[in-house]
Structure formats: C-alpha cells, structure tokens
C-alpha cells in the first residue's frame, strides 16, 4: 500500500501505461486489456492491471502536471517495483515538421518547472527516453507505418501561457510539442534506474491552430496505445521483467 495508490503489493503490473486522465486509464483497460481489475479509485485516479497477449500490463492515471505525474510515478517505481512506465498523452505541436494527429515519440524533455532544483542546483539534467523501449516503439510504428516522429517535448508548467516567445524559441531547437508531464517521468525513471518513454498525439497546434476533432483524437490514441503495448511485448521478449 502506499499514500495514493490503494493496491495491494503485486496488484500493479511491472509496466505500465500512463494517460493523464483517468477516464482514459479505464477506457485503455476495457478496450486493450483481458480480465482488467481496478486496484485504485483514492482520488479518482483510476488504475486497472489485465494482460496484453499474454504480459501483465496495468494503466494508470498521472493527473495533468508534473507534480501529480511526480507522485504517481515515483510511488509506481518505489513501492510497487514497476519496470516501465509508457505515457500515452496528447501535446501540442510546436514544430512545422509535425502535424495534428501525428505521434511524437519524446527522446528528451525540456522543462520550465523548477522541480529538478532541489536535486540538481545549477546543473540542467536533461531528462532522457530510456533508449531500448524508445527503439522499440519506433521499430512498431515503422512497421505499421503509423506516422510517429522522434525528438523533443517540452514539459511546460503552463498550459495557459502568457509566453508566447519560449514556445518559438523551443521550436527553433528542434522541439516537436509542449506537453506538462515528461520531464518529471524521465527524471523519477532515471532516479529508479527504470525504464520510461513518453508517446504523445498532437492534439492542436500552436503554429497553425489546427485542432483534432474528438473522433480523430480517439482513432489517433487508438493506435498510439497499439504502439506502446506492442512495445511493452517486445520489451518484455528481449529484457523480461524481474
Ligand atoms: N500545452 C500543454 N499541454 C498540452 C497542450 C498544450 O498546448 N496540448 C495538449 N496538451
């Protein structure tokens, strides 16, 4: 047991997928997973455990931040020895070279949040994929031509920004979307020496002001949710969980 997870130790599967929303998690579950059982609904962040062709697999929700990412995934790592944590979210599209409905795979996550002060100081950690899962969904996407671009996000604490400017500057730096998660995810992973990958559809664009309708959205997170289960399967195959 701990604070905000209300499982019981081996109730949570050593991977996991992680939407922001709850909602999603138990749709994930029901849509994807077999014999899917919740184990927490401690402040609505619901988390169920099923398999996945034959691989325990549980989908939890993050909440929308990195401090409620922050909690969730370090509870995850620290009391319920996860392996792995895919995010499965949306993000908005910074950059010309990607498109509403397009999936970035996050490489690395930038980040306005003053989170990492406290264990680093002056120092700029850059919060990285873990390079194994990120090669292997990219090796899915390819293989179902699901159009899946690799680079940065930036893990932004606004979501209503008053800065404009940043989010251009980012762009010129070759990151693809702003999210507000990532970041606190690939530091916890690296604190655990876990694994973690990030997935996000661009749901709008900040450049062109294009937006996804809900059927797209839906039909997107569909495949996008195929990627990171596929991947989890094949992580499983060449690194198996302890
Ligand atoms: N900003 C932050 N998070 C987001 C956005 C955005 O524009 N779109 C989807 N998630």
Known sequence: MSTHLGAAPGQIAPYVLMPGDPYRARWIAETFLEDPVQYNDVRGMLGFTGTYRGVRVSAQGSGMGQPSMAIYA???????????????????????????????????????SAMNVPRFGQVSFAPTAD?????????????????????????????????????????????????METAALYTLAAQFSRR????????????????????????????MIVVALESIVRLEAVRPSR
């Open 196 to 223: 973690a990958l990030a997935l996000c559809t661009v749901s709008d664009h900040l450049l062109t002001g294009e937006k996804t309708s809900s059927q797209e959205r839906q039909e997107t997170f569909e495949d």
């Open 131 to 179: 390079f194994t899962l990120a090669r292997l969904a990219a090796e899915v996407a390819e293989e179902r031509l699901l159009p899946v671009t690799a680079g940065g996000l930036f893990s932004s604490d606004q979501f209503y920004s008053p800065d404009t400017e940043i989010t251009e500057t980012l762009a010129g730096y070759g990151v693809l979307g702003v999210e």
């Open 74 to 112: 370090q509870e995850l790592f620290q009391d319920f020895d996860v392996e792995a944590i895919v995010r499965v979210g949306t993000c908005g599209g910074l950059s010309e070279t990607v498109s509403v409905r397009d999936v970035i795979l996050g490489v690395s996550a930038s980040t306005d």
